[in-house]
């Protein structure tokens, strides 16, 4: 019997289902909507933040020797490196997800004739994935190209090492103690390297 694309109906049960790759194109929009609005809170909040960081270091001689400049910059550091590590673990994920459905699609096709598949693969560009993706494997590598997960870690790497660069703006204020300064890298590994490492983990277990 022919396998369908889509769920074949019993006596009253309505209509029947979406096609599937209907259902593969919502959820393509889907993440990509949540995406959109990860990276407009963030650009708008790392433009805010830039620009405090700024304000800060034009007015460094107006401060009086306490921690007051480094300390506001440093916590400008944190905030950044805090709200970036988060989009970027979030919009990986989704990245994950969408990489995920295509491959869920490809396996419901799976019985399908060569002719059939390929003409369904060609035609995947009008629900929003290039066919290509679908022809090629392992290419996690090239997913760091997009920018929902360049900016972030560009930004997250920028607030990293901004306690540092804050040392020594202002002849009058104090630096804060290098252990300090090392929390925004802490951030880093602990938002970045560790759900890396546990994304290998599962790839390895599948």
Known sequence: MMRRDRATPQAGEGKPSKPLEEVFHDRLTAEHDFISNRMTWLMALNGFLAAGSTILAANAEKFDGSFTLNGGIFLIAVLGAMSNASCLFSNYWATVAIRGAG??????????????????????????????????????????????????????????????????????????????????????????????VEAARKRRER
Request: charged letters at 20%; proline letters at 9%; zero cysteines.
């Open 103 to 196: 491959e869920a699609l490809l396996e419901a096709w799976r019985d399908l004739s060569p002719d059939v598949k390929g003409k369904k693969v060609s035609r995947m560009r009008l629900y929003g994935r290039d066919p290509l993706s679908f022809r090629r494997k392992g290419r996690a590598l090239t997913w760091w190209m997009h920018p929902w997960l360049l900016l972030p870690g560009l930004f997250l790497v920028v607030f990293a090492v901004l306690p540092f660069m804050s040392a020594g703006i202002s002849r009058d204020d104090r630096d804060l103690p290098w252990v300090v300064q090392f929390i925004p890298l802490a951030l880093l590994t602990t938002f970045v390297v560790l759900p890396a």
